[in-house]
């Protein structure tokens, strides 16, 4: 199962304090605006995602479709077969993916201490 990229979704308090913080670590902003609240951003193949007001905790975040520079891959798991994949073995997820539609769409799960996962396919 291909997950696509990897990053660690942050719920901040204030998107420009960690901004400063996170860039002082060596990251950059590679997407995402502080008008929309939130940021992505990247420190060689780490990335983490800066959210302020967006969703409560953090969480672990994986894009099919992407690769670590957020460009598209040609061949990926579709998150519509993810989330098959993983109700045959048995995972109960927090919210489902639509299985008639195409396209973006988006699955959330929990893992066995509570900690979210966002499995968020954007084409």
């Given at each position: ?8 979704s942050l719920s901040v308090k204030d998107l420009q304090k ?17 008008e929309h609240n939130y940021l992505i951003m990247k420190n ?80």
């Amino acid at each position: 199962m291909k997950l696509g990229a990897f990053s660690v979704s942050l719920s901040v308090k204030d998107l420009q304090k960690s901004k400063d913080f996170y860039e002082k670590l060596g990251f950059s902003s590679m997407g995402g605006s502080m008008e929309h609240n939130y940021l992505i951003m990247k420190n060689g193949d780490h990335l983490i995602g800066l959210f302020q007001a967006m969703f409560d905790g953090n969480m672990l975040t994986f894009n099919p479709g992407w690769d670590q520079n957020a460009q598209n891959l040609e061949v990926f798991d579709d998150v519509r077969d993810i989330q098959k994949h993983l109700k045959s073995q048995g995972v109960e997820l927090s919210k489902e993916a639509d299985e008639t539609t195409e396209g973006p769409e988006h699955i959330f799960l929990k893992d066995p201490d509570g900690n979210m996962i966002l499995i968020d396919q954007h084409r």
